[in-house]
Nanobody
Framework: QVQLAESGGGLVQAGGSLRLSCAAS????????MAWYRQAPGKQRDLVSF???????NYADSVKGRFTISRDNAQSTVYLQMNSLKPDDTAVYYC??????????WGKGTLVTVSS
């Protein structure tokens, strides 16, 4: 079992920055990938970025050059640094982990609101 706790959401003006954090606990040694997804009102949940246990990263085209994913050395906390935020980035952001047991875990989500 893996438990996830997100933090860092809030209200920011367009052009501003926020940093999201997701702390994992439990069977963290089984985690092979940590990711951030987001879901805007009335839309599906989409992948924003992920980082693997081997430090490979991936970004959605819409956030490339603006968002940066990183992870602490213990591989128990993943961060999402979000710069140059746009109103279209407004969404609930969810932390997600995948384990080598084939299980997926989700955080409860943190709301990011970008005002124009």
């Amino acid at each position: 079992q893996v438990q996830l706790a997100e933090s860092g959401g809030g209200l920011v003006q367009a052009g501003g920055s926020l940093r999201l954090s997701c702390a994992a606990s439990g069977s963290i040694n089984s985690i092979i990938r940590m990711a951030w997804y987001r879901q805007a009102p009335g839309k599906q949940r989409d992948l924003v970025s992920f980082i693997t246990s081997g430090s490979t990263t991936n970004y959605a085209d819409s956030v490339k050059g603006r968002f940066t994913i990183s992870r602490d050395n213990a591989q128990s906390t993943v961060y999402l640094q979000m710069n140059s935020l746009k109103p279209d980035d407004t969404a609930v952001y969810y932390c997600h982990v995948k384990t080598y047991y084939g299980r997926d875990y989700w955080g409860k989500g943190t709301l990011v609101t970008v005002s124009s």
